[in-house]
């Protein structure tokens, strides 16, 4: 029985030292795994730096391109649009609006009661999802879908909102693409952006297209102006604020539009406007240089894109773009340092299957154990069992990723400030500037919108800084649009 015992004492012994190596080199991979990872993620780190010298270089030569741009059509990356808006609402419009804004994955249609007295007495709106296969179908497809939308939203109009005896409907189209604008009223697509391709609708009016569809809808309205969402928004701004001058979007793509003076564009040749001044939309999401700080990652989802080679900004900054170039990092890490376990997830390798507003919920969570994280990539990736160190490598490439953009976003803006003198004295003193800010990239991501604030300020100092104001707007491109339909009304 002592033989048997000790036996059994032996092999007993044997198996707690077998498991506890088991344990041990398990853990051993795991580190191993995060150290290879953390190896990768210091490599990112590096090659997304943007220290404060290369962003001001990077807005040194935003500011080149804006003046080639203005100089000359086709002389920069910067499409530097006439927007044809050189009256900006004053406050003194009066009667019901409508706007509709399109510029993504979703369209928004809305009214607006202006009293005359700056001030919007009431306003109703309503989003409608566009359906993926419109996007890349036909042109009367999509406008057709846009007008019957339009129409059901204009038969629920209330008593609140009354439109002027005699008076036809006017609508203020916020169409967020590459436009050539013909006037205040008409202009040809230059090209899609944000997933959208009707090759057809290359060349063509947009509006003539809209108010094709509205009329085999059955709405009887006028498109009094068009607009890109940014013009909208610096209108929408200027509304309320008269220091807005500039107005940025930060959120499915990205765009800025700001107030020129009308002797500082060359390519305008038609008589200056009376109030000396006109709306350039930049399209700024085209912008390139040397200086930009583009990885594989950037260049792999560039090729894989439906225009690679254009709005290489715009992939590098905005709401459409980063949570896929994350998804990229995150695959090369669990290929080649096993991140999430010995076998690739197979679902990260789908294009935009994680998409931004997860990446935000993934950077913003705070719990001890990031069970945010965790549950994130265990619904969207079926990656079901991740430790603790795993989770902290995802936020700090969420980290990388978002502050690379954050501070890109910041140094365009600082290109458009010095373009326009507000980065310095003018005639012995700082002009207040208020830049409107819109998009659900800059509104909801709070760690990418503080980091765009701080940079701006970093980059301009404390003298100028506080004379500089980021101000959101809420809706903006949305309200703004009916108010240039207002202020470019038929019957002013």
């Not at 509006?207 to 498109?223: D, F, I, P, T, Y």
């Not at 399209?283 to 200086?291: A, D, I, L, T, Y």
């Not at 373009?419 to 005639?427: F, I, P, Q």
């Not at 990239?441 to 980059?459: K, P, W």
Request: glycine letters at 8%; hydrophobic letters at 40%.
């Amino acid at each position: 029985m002592g033989k048997v015992s000790m036996g059994v004492a032996v092999v007993g012994s044997a198996a707690v030292c077998a498991a506890a190596a088991l344990i041990m080199r398990h853990r051993m991979r795991i580190s191993n795994r995060c150290v290879t990872a953390a190896d990768i993620l210091k490599e990112l780190e590096e090659k997304c730096a943007t220290p404060t010298a290369k962003l001001r270089q990077i807005s040194d030569a935003m500011s080149v391109e804006m003046h080639a741009g203005l100089a000359s059509e086709g002389g920069s990356k910067l499409k530097m649009l006439i927007s044809y808006v050189d009256n900006l609402p004053t406050g003194e419009e009066q009667g019901v609006f409508y706007a509709l804004d399109l510029g993504g994955t979703n369209f928004r249609v809305l009214r607006v009661q202006l009293t005359g007295k700056s001030a919007i007495e009431c306003q109703e709106f309503a989003e409608v999802s566009i359906p993926p296969q419109l996007m890349v179908g036909t042109a009367q497809a999509l406008f057709d879908y846009i007008a019957l939308e339009l129409a059901k939203f204009v038969a629920d109009e209330s008593e609140k909102f009354q439109l002027l005896a005699g008076r036809q409907r006017e609508l203020g189209f916020t169409f967020s693409f590459p436009v050539m604008q013909l006037s205040i009223d008409s202009g040809t697509l230059i090209r899609w952006t944000k997933g959208f391709s009707i090759q057809e609708m290359v060349g063509k009016d947009v509006v003539a297209e809209l108010a094709a569809s509205m009329k085999r809808q059955g709405v009887n309205m006028r498109v009094s102006a068009l607009v890109n969402d940014t013009v909208g928004t610096l209108a929408g701004g200027r509304y309320g604020n008269k220091d807005v001058n500039i107005a940025v979007i930060l959120g499915t793509g990205s765009n800025a539009a700001y107030v020129e003076r009308a002797q500082a564009i060359p390519k305008w040749h038609g008589p200056h406007p009376k109030s000396g001044e006109m709306v350039i939309n930049m399209e700024w999401g085209n912008f390139r240089s040397s200086h930009l700080p583009i990885t594989e990652y950037d260049t792999a989802l560039d090729a894989e894109s439906l225009y690679p080679g254009e709005q290489i900004f715009e992939k590098m900054i905005s709401g459409m773009y980063l949570g896929d170039v994350l998804r990229r990092v995150l695959l090369r890490m669990a290929e080649e340092a096993n991140l999430f376990g010995e076998t690739v997830p197979p679902k990260l390798k789908t294009q935009f299957i994680l998409r931004t507003p997860e990446m935000s919920a993934m950077h913003h969570d705070k719990s001890p154990d990031l069970n945010v994280v965790g549950s994130k990539l265990k619904d969207i990736l079926d990656i079901s069992e991740t430790n603790l160190s795993t989770r902290k490598i995802v936020v700090e490439v969420c980290n990388v990723m978002a502050t690379r953009g954050a501070r890109l976003a910041a140094a365009g803006i600082l290109g458009i400030l010095k373009k326009t003198g507000r980065d310095s004295l003018r005639d012995g003193e700082i002009p207040q500037t208020a830049i409107a800010m819109d998009g659900g990239l800059y509104e909801h991501y709070t760690e990418y919108r503080h980091c765009v604030e701080n940079t701006l300020y970093e980059l301009l100092g404390d003298e100028v800084g506080k004379h500089v104001k980021l101000v959101l707007s809420n809706d903006g491109s949305g309200i703004g649009a009916a108010l240039l339909a207002a202020s470019h009304s038929q019957y002013i």
